[in-house]
């Protein structure tokens, strides 16, 4: 499995950003996810959604009600779509791929993307 992330920017805060991961080989086997890493902080976990198109969902407390996670496993394409940004939003964000959606959860997949970075102006 190969993940490649975009969609990444420079955004006001208050506003909004769409991150697109493409994914190839088997990924409707996986479960898929994102994290991010703010300078000087350890990587976290984001969001995740099960193997499925329109599966199960988890959050973030820190971005629980702002963002929204989906995949279109036709396309092979996650995304995230960012709301109500904050400056506290600014990190590379990853994408993640795992068989085990617990491991996506703990930021241990088995497959990561190169970073794409957000960075969010007060």
């Known amino acids: 499995v190969q993940l490649q992330a975009s969609g990444g920017g420079l955004v006001q805060s208050g506003g909004s950003l769409r991150l697109s991961c493409a994914a190839s080989?088997?990924?409707?086997?996986?479960?898929m996810g994102w994290s991010r890493q703010a300078p000087g902080k350890e990587r976290e976990f984001v969001a995740s959604?099960?193997?499925?198109?329109?599966?199960?969902?988890l959050y973030a407390d820190s971005v629980k009600g702002r963002f929204t996670i989906s995949r279109d496993n036709t396309k092979n394409m996650m995304y995230l779509q960012m709301d109500s940004l904050k400056p506290e939003d600014t990190a590379v964000y990853y994408c993640a791929a795992d068989k085990v959606l617990h491991k996506v959860i703990v930021v241990t997949p088995e497959y990561w993307g190169q970073g794409t970075l957000v960075t969010v102006s007060s």
């Open positions: 080989g088997r990924t409707f086997d996986y479960a």
């Open positions: 959604i099960s193997r499925y198109s329109g599966g199960s969902t």
